[in-house]
């Protein structure tokens, strides 16, 4: 118990926001069909119990605390299993590393969920052989065997390889004379992976017979996701081995020590050189977003100002707290990909770029894109499909919104979000009542003549803009896209047109800034455009402090050291 809970606590320090990330990767239905088309792929089984357990993934610590259990129950079968072979205790805490290897590996996040459950179905199935084995005839256990290594196949996946070399080894030590009769397994595994693949059930034998059958496919894979395989087989032969010789307790209780430590060591440090810094920011980021909670995002100390998606994530929260205009320049920026970096075939960069049109009342281009990933989602991402639910809602289309919301309801987490959201279906009065909904209903562009635009999210912007709605997050990401490229003829259209900023609103204090570099010694454009008399005063102190120290050859950056955090100061130096 000690153990686990060490772990957890080990797995919750390095990979929470891992497992809050994997939860949206899949959307696991309670449906009938839905359940026996699982059931009905090679390894469904593994496949149907992974999803039912990552779906509580977005509960704190759940994801740890399931992961560390599983995993201690997965190494004491093996320890029982290991039993009949050296009935030294000391030999219990080693099998533990295999299992808990296996929770190291998901550091990565192209292994999936189900090498976890099929490691404990393999553990299961194992100790039920050696069960049956001591009791039953050699061609009871013989069939037993085969039996178990077709069912862990056809249900479970590519485990069943272990669970026949474990087995064959198992029975080499035991009696070598009857352990021959065991290849059998292997040739009942080989049989079902050829016949599986000839079929193309699945795509090649590294998928069917090893570790790469819980891997993301067509993704390279290194040594490192099946040491907790050979690791398994290798405890199995030293123990068998250190008992067939004969060793003393003290002799094998010293080495598995030292095993132990090397390998408690090997897997801290392991968990520590593989976690890649910036995806698990970037993943407590998005698990920010799914959320809303803005503050989350502003206050997170890992953030990389030179990662672009951080910068995206970091704005976009502003953006929703009301801060664009006021502290966009507090943070590190890195001109308009600051705010969307140039797209790229990526699903996870497509689910950022979703949040962003949808924020910003581009809603055609957010559903384009969220109804995109969601299809190259294997198993769906459940955010999207609140994002879907809401872009169908604003364009009207209550068909296929209900059609979204009837899936969520099928959901554990997102059930009651969903029933929510029946109340705007077939009601136009509702949506356009709604702040949210309403807001981006009004805000729609007229239906454009051309069948495609392909002029980037600048003139999404600037169509959004010209509907003359309040749609003020849209005019905050065209103004910040123009001060961040430093383009003052966007900066000057934006002023010409859509400056004072609304009627009774003052015009943003980071625009003002922009307008007084526009026109720097045009202080009638400035006042006409919205810039107050503070701003004023402000800019002719810093354009001061700039000839002065000119003057007496300072340095401006430390000259101008107070002004950190405007646009003046950025556009000198940034």
Known sequence: MLLCALYAILLHSTQEPL??????????????????????????????????????????????????????????LLWRSIYRLNDNMTWCPLTLLPAYLQGICLLDMGYHYEAIVAMLCFSVLLYVYILIR???????????????????????????????????????????????????????????????????????FDYALWTMGYYEYYVGQGLWQSLSWLFVT??????????????KPVVQAAAVFMFLVAGGLFLYTQSEKRANKDFRTLACLMNCINREDWAGITGNRDLNYQNYLHLNCLNLALSHQGKMMTDLFRYPQKGAQSLMVGYQAYNDLNVLFSHIYYHTGVISEALCLSF??????????????????????????????????????????????????????????????????????????????????????????????ETGTDETHALEYAMAMMMLDKNM???????????????????????????????????????????????????????????????????LQAALASYRGTYWYYYMFD
């Open 19 to 76: 497992f809050m990330y994997r939860e949206q990767q899949q959307i696991f239905l309670w449906d009938a069909d839905y359940l026996a088309g699982l059931l009905r792929q090679t390894g469904g089984f593994s496949t149907l119990a992974s999803q039912f357990l990552v779906q509580f993934f977005h509960l704190p610590w759940a994801g740890a605390v399931i992961t560390a259990v599983i995993t201690t129950i997965t190494g004491m």
């Open 134 to 204: 001591r009791r039953a005839s050699i061609y009871y256990s013989l069939l037993t065997g085969i039996v178990f290594t077709l069912l862990l196949f056809v249900y479970v996946g590519s485990i069943a390889t272990l669970f026949a070399i474990c087995a064959f080894i198992f029975d080499m030590l035991q009696s070598p004379r009857r352990g021959w009769m065991s290849s059998a397994y292997l040739l009942a595994c080989l049989a079902a992976a050829f016949i599986t693949v000839s079929d193309g059930k699945i795509v090649g």
């Open 234 to 247: 290798a405890v199995m032969i030293v123990a068998g081995i250190s008992n067939r010789l004969q060793l």
């Open 372 to 465: 995109g990933t969601m299809i190259a989602t294997t198993y769906g991402n459940p955010t999207l499909l609140k994002l879907l639910v809401k872009e169908r809602l604003i364009y009207g289309d209550y068909k296929v919104a209900e059609k979204y919301i009837s899936r969520l309801e099928r959901t554990y987490a997102y059930r009651e979000w969903a029933k929510g959201m029946r109340r705007f279906l077939y009601n136009d009065k509702a949506v356009e009542s709604d702040p949210e909904l309403g807001q981006k209903r009004r805000s729609l562009p007229a239906p454009q003549p051309s069948f495609v635009v392909l002029d980037g999210i600048k003139a999404d912007l600037v169509k959004v803009i």
């Open 489 to 555: 003829e966007g900066i000057r259209y934006l002023a010409d047109r859509y400056l004072p900023y609304r009627e009774g609103q003052s015009v943003p204090p980071l625009m003002q800034q922009a307008v007084t570099v526009l026109a720097e010694h045009d202080e009638d454009y400035c006042r006409s455009h919205g810039v107050d008399d503070e701003t004023v005063s402000r800019f002719m102190a810093f354009r001061q402090t700039v000839l002065n120290a000119r003057r007496n050859n300072q340095n």
